[in-house]
């Protein structure tokens, strides 16, 4: 049976541009960037593991304000489950302490960033939805 992870991103707009984070170049999928986030450990609850990964990555403090969209998508190696709250940042401004780079990115150029695989279909209905 294939290996699921169940993982947590922020979607924080703000001025409207869209938070972004870049992963160390050691980690797997090294210098992709993401919606900032990361995996829920087990019997935690995802809105507390997104505000735990949002204050260890990035170093700030957010309100989950609820799930925005629920995305799938198939590795080579694993499944992933990727649940996308609305979130605000709540205390600090975000800084890259466990990530390579923080980014304020306009939804139309999503797209075009080098993101990870399952980040793509949320970044292209961003992007068009900004072009309403």
Known sequence: MRERKLV???LVREEGRI???RRRADQAMPNLWEFPGGKVE???HPE???????REELGCGITVDGIHEVVFHAYPDFDLYMLVYASRITEGRPR?????EVAWVSPAALPAMDLLPADYPLARKLA???GR
């Open 128 to 130: 068009a939805a900004s």
């Open 19 to 21: 938070l972004m984070s």
């Open 96 to 100: 890259a302490v466990d990530v390579a």
């Open 48 to 54: 507390a593991a997104l505000v735990r990964e949002l």
């Open 42 to 44: 087990p019997g935690e």
């Open 8 to 10: 947590v991103a922020a």
